[in-house]
C-alpha cells in the first residue's frame, strides 16, 4: 500500500524566505510527527499530532517553525524567514497509534532536504 | 536525549551475521527497546522492538541482557542491503506525554563483499 510522501523532495531556499513542505501520511493513522535530521545526526524530533491536535511542539526550535494538520490527515511544516542553520532534512513521520495508548512503530516518508543559501 | 549508547560503526562480511550491540543501564521497568535503521537517503525504518524477552521476526532478532542494561540486534546473514545506520532506542510502551522516539547518532554498518 501506499506509504508516507512528502513534497518537495529536495528545496533550495535563499535566506529569508519563507518554505511549506508538505507530509502526507499513511490513510488512517491518528498520530503524525516531524523530525529534523542534521547532517550526520539523528533524527530529532520537533512536534507531533494526534488528528488534528497539536500535542507536543516542544522540539521546534524557534517561533519560526510552525506546523498544522488543520484536517487531521496532510500536515505542513512552514519555516519563516530561513536561515542556514535550518538546512537539513526534514522527516515526517505517521503512527496508527494514538495518545495514551501502546507506542507502535512509526512509518517514515523519504524526507525534503532543505537547503538554505 | 538519548538514552542508549552504541559504537558508531562496524563492518560485517556479506552472508555472515551481523551483531550490534546497545547499552541502556538506566532503562525502566515500562521502557522497550525499538530497532530501526536508515539506508542512505531513505527515511529510518522499523525493525523490532521488545521489553525483556527475545523477539524474532522476518528481518532480524532482539537479544536483550536478563538485567536489561543492554541488548543485540542480530541480522542474521547480512546482505549489501542492510548496509546502513541502525538505532537503538527505548521508549515507555504507554505514554501520554508524547510519542516523539531519541535516536541518538546510531551505528553506521556497512556490510562487505
Known amino acids: 500500500g501506499a506509504g508516507v510522501s512528502q513534497s518537495p523532495r529536495y528545496k533550495v531556499a535563499k535566506r529569508g524566505q519563507d518554505v511549506a513542505l508538505r507530509c502526507d501520511p499513511i490513510?488512517?493513522?491518528?498520530?503524525l510527527f516531524w523530525y529534523q535530521q542534521a547532517l550526520g545526526q539523528g533524527p530529532e524530533f520537533l512536534t507531533y499530532?494526534?488528528?488534528?491536535?497539536?500535542?507536543?511542539k516542544s522540539g521546534l526550535p524557534s517561533d519560526r517553525f510552525f506546523a498544522e494538520r488543520p484536517e487531521g490527515s496532510v500536515s505542513t511544516l512552514k519555516i519563516q524567514r530561513t536561515q542556514q542553520e535550518d538546512s537539513a532534512v526534514y522527516l515526517c513521520?505517521?503512527?496508527?497509534?494514538?495518545?495514551?495508548?501502546?507506542?507502535?512503530?512509526?512509518?517514515f516518508g523519504p524526507g525534503t532536504r532543505l537547503t538554505v543559501t | 536525549d538519548a538514552k542508549t549508547t552504541q559504537p558508531p560503526s562496524m563492518d560485517c562480511a556479506e552472508g555472515r551475521a551481523a551483531n550490534l550491540p546497545c547499552n541502556h543501564s538506566?532503562?525502566?521497568?515500562?521502557?522497550?527497546v525499538y530497532w530501526y535503521r536508515q539506508i542512505h537517503s531513505q527515511g529510518p525504518q522499523y525493525i523490532i522492538h521488545?521489553?525483556?524477552n527475545n523477539e524474532t521476526n522476518e528481518m532480524a532478532s532482539l537479544i536483550i541482557t536478563e538485567d536489561r542494561k543492554s541488548s543485540t540486534l542480530i541480522l542474521p546473514h547480512a546482505t549489501l542491503r542492510d548496509t546502513a545506520v541502525y538505532y537503538c532506542?527505548?521508549?515507555?510502551?504507554?505514554?501520554?506525554?508524547?510519542?516523539?522516539?531519541?535516536f541518538g547518532t546510531g551505528t553506521s554498518l556497512t556490510v562487505i563483499p
Open positions: 490513510s488512517g493513522h491518528v498520530s
Open positions: 538506566t532503562i525502566s521497568g515500562n521502557e522497550y
Open positions: 532506542i527505548v521508549r515507555d510502551y504507554y505514554s501520554n506525554t508524547g510519542n516523539q522516539f531519541y
Open positions: 499530532f494526534q488528528n488534528e491536535a497539536q500535542l507536543d
Open positions: 513521520a505517521s503512527s496508527p497509534s494514538g495518545d495514551r495508548g501502546l507506542i507502535y512503530e512509526q512509518y
Open positions: 521488545g521489553l525483556k
